[in-house]
C-alpha cells in the first residue's frame, strides 16, 4: 500500500507526460534526426547525407530573406503592440467609466480565429475599392497596393498581428497595473514625483513581470505566424512576405521535401532555444515578483 | 448521480462514435471522398456539391463526400498529405499538369483498362482532343478532363464605346492592346489612375502563352526542362514592364483574383483571365462586356488548362467506384451543365448539342470563344514539368520579382540555375 501511495504522483504524471513525450518531445527529436537526411521527391527513398542540408540552406538566398522578413516581422509586431498595449492599458487604468467598453472593443480581435480575420483584412487592402483605399480615396489619398506592393506588403501583413493580439496585452498590462500596490502610487506622490517618473521609476518596475511574460508570448506569436501569410499573400509578393514558418509549411507540405522541411524545423527550435534562455538570463534576472 | 451522468455520457459517446463510424460503409455502397479545387472566380463550390447530390441520388452504389480544398495549390497540398499520410482521396479533382509529380510519389493509376472497357479509342475520341495530351505519358493515359479552359480576353464593351473604340473590334495584336489601353485608361484631376488599361495577372498559365506568342519555349515535353533565361522571355517581361512603366495602361502587380473582382468592378477596361470566371463575371459585372481570342504577337498561339480527374491507387473496389463517378460527372449532359454554370470549356464533343447548352450558346455566343480559340487557334499543352510545385512557384516568384523591379537579367539567370537544381533529379 505504501509501495502505491509513492508511485500515485508519478501515474498522474503519466497522462500529461504522454502527451508531451507524443506531440512535443519526439517531434523534436525526430525532426532532427531527419535533418540529416535528403527525403523529397527526387528522392524518394530517404538518404543520409549528414549536415548537407544545412549547408544547402544556409546557402540558399532566400533562407537569408525569409530570415530578415521574420526578423523584421518579429521586431515590429513586438515593439508596437507592446507600446501600444501599455499605453492602452495606462489609459484604460485612469478612466473607470466606460473602461468595460473599451476593454471588450480592444480585446475581441484575440476571439476571431486569425484564419476569418485574414480574410476580412484582404478584402479591406483591396487597392481602389476596398475598405481602406475607399476613405483614402475620399480623402484625396492615392490607393496604395497593400499587399501586391514588395515594400509594404510586410507591414500591412505586421498591421494585422499588431490588431490581433494588442488587446490581449492590453489586458495583461491591465492586471499588472491593477496589482500595483496604492501605497507605493501614493508614497510617490507625495515624495513629489510628476507623471513621468512616476511612470518609469513606480509602475514600470512594478509590472515587470508582466512585461516579461508579454515579451516572451509576443516573441512566440510572432515568429509563429503563418495565418495571414498563407491567406492573404502566400509569401508573395516575390517572397516580401514569406516568414519563417510558412516558408517551412511550403517545404513541408507543398514541395514534400521533409528533408530541408526538417532542417529548418531545427534551425527555428535551435534558434528559438538559445535565444529564449538568452533572454531569461539577461532581462530575466532582472524582472520584479513580488515578495510576501 | 454523479456515477450516473458519467455512465450515460460514455455510453452516448461510445454509440455516436459507433454511429458516424457506420454511417460511412452501408452494405454494398462504395463511400468516396473527392477532393477538388475552384481555382476561377464564381459559386463552383455550390454547383461541384449540387452535381455530386445528384450522382449519389441517381443510384445507391456509389456515395460521394465533396470535398472543397480551396485553390489548384491547396487541392494538391491535400491531396499529396492525405497520400503522404496512407489515406488518399479516391478521387480527386487537381490541376491537369500535376500529373508528373503525381506519378512520381506513385499515387494514381493509369485509367487504360477502365477506358478500354469503355470503348478504348472510340470512348478517347469522344473527348476534345486537345484536352488529352497532357493526360498522356508513357504511352498511358493517367486522368480525365473536367474544368478545362484556355486564357481569354475579357474587355469591357461600355469602356470601349466611351472612348471611341469599336466595341465588336477587340485588340488582335499585342501593339493594337497598348493602343487601345493608352485610350482606356482614365487618371482623375490629381493624377491617380482611375480605370487601367489592362490587367495581367501574376501566374505562369498567362505567362506561358505570351512567351510561345513571342517564338519561345517554356517547358520540354517530358518536363524535365524549364527554359526561363531566354530573349523570348526578356521581350515577354519586357512587354509588361513597358505597359506598367512606359505606357502606363497596367499595374505591375496583381493577383489573379484581384484582376477579375477589378474587372467586374470597373476599374481595369480589359483583363487576361480564364474562360471559368465567364459565368461569375456574367453574372456580377454590370457592364456590357465582350470575350475574345488572346492579343497575338508573332505566332498567334494559346494554351489549353485546367483541372482533371484523378483516381488515387486504394483497392480495386473503390477505383472501379471512382470510374464511375468520372463517367457519369462528364456524360455530356452534365459536363455541359458544368460549362454552363462555370464558363469551362465542355470536355466532350457531344454537350454542344445537348439542348440547354445548344440554346445557352446561340443567345449568348460569347460563351463559345473559349473553345473557338481552342479549335481556331495553335493550342499547346500547359506547362508541365517534375516537381510541378516548385517550378509553378518559381515561375511565379521570378515574374512578381521581375514586375516588382527587380533586375532581368541578373533574375532570370539566378531562376534558370534554381530550375535546373530542382530538375537535375528527374533528368
Redesign the interface.
Known amino acids: 500500500m505504501n509501495r502505491f501511495k509513492a508511485i500515485k504522483p508519478y501515474l498522474y504524471l503519466v497522462p500529461a507526460f504522454f502527451f508531451l513525450v507524443i506531440f512535443t518531445y519526439y517531434p523534436i527529436f525526430r525532426a532532427l534526426y531527419l535533418s540529416l537526411f535528403k527525403w523529397s521527391?527526387?528522392?524518394?527513398v530517404k538518404v543520409f547525407t549528414g549536415f548537407s542540408n544545412y549547408a544547402d540552406i544556409f546557402t540558399t538566398p532566400l533562407f537569408w530573406k525569409v530570415t530578415q522578413n521574420s526578423l523584421i516581422y518579429s521586431v515590429s509586431t513586438i515593439v508596437i503592440s507592446m507600446s501600444l498595449g501599455l499605453f492602452l492599458a495606462v489609459q484604460i487604468n485612469k478612466r473607470i467609466r466606460l473602461s468595460t467598453v473599451y476593454k471588450i472593443a480592444l480585446f475581441y480581435p484575440t476571439m476571431i480565429p486569425m484564419a476569418a480575420a485574414s480574410l476580412i483584412w484582404m478584402w479591406m487592402y483591396?487597392?481602389?475599392?476596398g475598405l481602406f483605399d475607399f476613405f483614402l480615396?475620399k480623402l484625396?489619398i492615392?490607393?496604395m497596393?497593400w499587399?501586391?506592393?514588395?515594400r509594404i506588403a510586410l507591414r500591412s501583413i505586421v498591421a494585422v498581428g499588431v490588431w490581433k493580439y494588442v488587446g490581449y496585452y492590453m489586458i495583461l498590462f491591465l492586471a499588472g497595473l491593477q496589482n500595483i500596490p496604492a501605497s507605493m502610487v501614493d508614497a510617490a506622490i507625495v515624495e513629489g514625483a510628476n507623471n513621468r517618473q512616476r511612470f518609469f521609476f513606480v509602475t514600470f518596475p512594478m509590472i515587470s513581470s508582466y512585461t516579461f511574460f508579454i515579451f516572451i508570448i509576443n516573441i512566440i506569436n510572432s515568429l509563429q505566424a503563418i495565418d495571414q501569410v498563407y491567406i492573404m499573400t502566400?509569401g508573395?509578393?516575390?517572397?516580401s512576405t514569406n516568414l519563417i514558418v510558412y516558408y517551412i509549411y511550403?517545404h513541408a507540405?507543398?514541395?514534400?521535401n521533409r528533408g530541408i522541411a526538417s532542417t529548418l524545423t531545427t534551425i527555428l527550435i535551435l534558434f528559438l532555444l538559445i535565444f529564449i534562455s538568452f533572454i531569461f538570463r539577461s532581462i530575466g534576472k532582472r524582472v520584479y515578483y513580488e515578495v510576501e | 448521480m454523479k456515477r450516473i451522468s458519467l455512465v450515460l455520457l460514455v455510453v452516448t459517446l461510445l454509440v455516436t462514435i459507433a454511429w458516424a463510424g457506420g454511417k460511412q460503409e452501408e452494405k454494398g455502397t462504395v463511400y468516396l471522398r473527392m477532393y477538388y479545387p475552384v481555382g476561377v472566380a464564381g459559386s463552383l463550390a455550390k454547383l461541384m456539391d449540387e452535381m455530386v447530390a445528384d450522382f449519389n441520388k441517381s443510384q445507391s452504389d456509389v456515395y460521394v463526400e465533396s470535398i472543397f480544398a480551396g485553390g489548384y495549390?491547396q487541392a494538391?497540398?491535400k491531396a499529396?498529405?492525405a497520400f503522404?499520410a496512407g489515406k488518399p482521396p479516391e478521387l480527386a479533382v487537381l490541376d491537369a499538369p500535376t500529373l508528373y509529380?503525381l506519378r512520381?510519389?506513385?499515387s494514381i493509376i493509369p485509367l487504360d483498362d477502365f477506358i478500354a472497357q469503355e470503348g478504348g479509342d472510340a470512348y478517347v475520341a469522344e473527348f476534345l482532343s486537345a484536352f488529352m495530351e497532357i493526360a498522356r505519358a508513357d504511352g498511358k493515359i493517367w486522368s480525365i478532363p473536367w474544368q478545362r479552359s484556355t486564357p481569354i480576353f475579357y474587355y469591357n464593351r461600355d469602356f470601349f464605346r466611351e472612348v471611341g473604340l469599336d466595341p465588336d473590334t477587340p485588340p488582335a495584336t499585342w501593339a493594337e492592346l497598348v493602343e487601345y489601353g493608352k485610350k482606356l485608361k482614365k487618371v482623375d484631376s490629381?493624377?491617380?489612375v482611375?480605370r487601367w488599361g489592362v490587367e495581367f495577372a501574376?501566374n505562369f498559365w498567362l505567362f506561358k502563352p505570351m512567351l510561345l506568342q513571342a517564338g519561345g519555349e517554356l517547358d520540354n515535353e517530358a518536363g524535365t526542362k524549364l527554359s526561363i533565361d531566354t530573349p523570348e522571355s526578356k521581350e515577354v517581361f519586357q512587354f509588361l514592364l513597358d505597359m506598367a512603366h512606359k505606357h502606363q495602361i497596367m499595374?505591375a502587380?496583381?493577383?489573379w483574383a484581384?484582376t477579375v473582382?477589378?474587372f467586374i468592378?470597373g476599374?481595369t477596361a480589359m483583363l487576361y483571365n480564364s474562360t471559368g470566371a465567364l459565368t461569375s463575371i456574367r453574372n456580377s459585372i454590370k457592364y456590357d462586356f465582350g470575350t475574345a481570342y488572346l492579343p497575338a504577337h508573332k505566332r498567334q498561339v494559346c494554351i489549353e488548362g485546367g483541372g482533371n480527374f484523378f483516381i488515387f491507387k486504394t483497392d480495386e473496389r473503390r477505383q472501379a467506384a471512382a470510374w464511375e463517378v468520372i463517367k457519369w460527372m462528364t456524360r455530356p449532359e452534365n459536363t455541359a451543365r458544368w460549362s454552363l454554370g462555370s464558363g469551362y470549356i465542355p470536355v466532350k464533343k457531344a454537350a454542344f448539342d445537348v439542348p440547354e447548352y445548344k440554346k445557352y450558346t446561340d443567345e449568348w455566343p460569347q460563351a463559345l470563344t473559349a473553345y473557338r480559340q481552342l479549335s481556331e487557334v495553335d493550342t499547346e499543352r500547359n506547362m508541365m514539368t517534375?516537381?510541378v510545385?516548385?517550378i509553378v512557384?518559381l515561375v511565379?516568384?521570378t515574374t512578381?520579382?521581375i514586375l516588382?523591379?527587380?533586375d532581368m537579367n541578373a533574375t532570370l539567370k539566378r531562376a534558370q540555375a534554381e530550375a535546373d537544381k530542382i530538375l537535375?533529379?528527374?533528368q
Do not use: C
Open positions: 521527391t527526387s528522392y524518394p483591396i487597392p481602389s475599392y480615396g484625396g492615392p490607393s497596393n499587399l501586391n506592393d514588395e502566400q508573395g509578393p516575390a517572397n511550403e507540405f507543398l514541395f514534400w | 495549390r494538391m497540398e499529396q498529405t503522404m509529380t512520381d510519389i506513385d490629381s493624377g491617380n482611375t501574376i499595374p502587380v496583381k493577383s484581384e473582382s477589378d468592378a476599374t517534375h516537381a510545385n516548385e512557384v511565379d516568384t512578381a520579382e516588382g523591379g527587380a537535375e533529379a528527374f
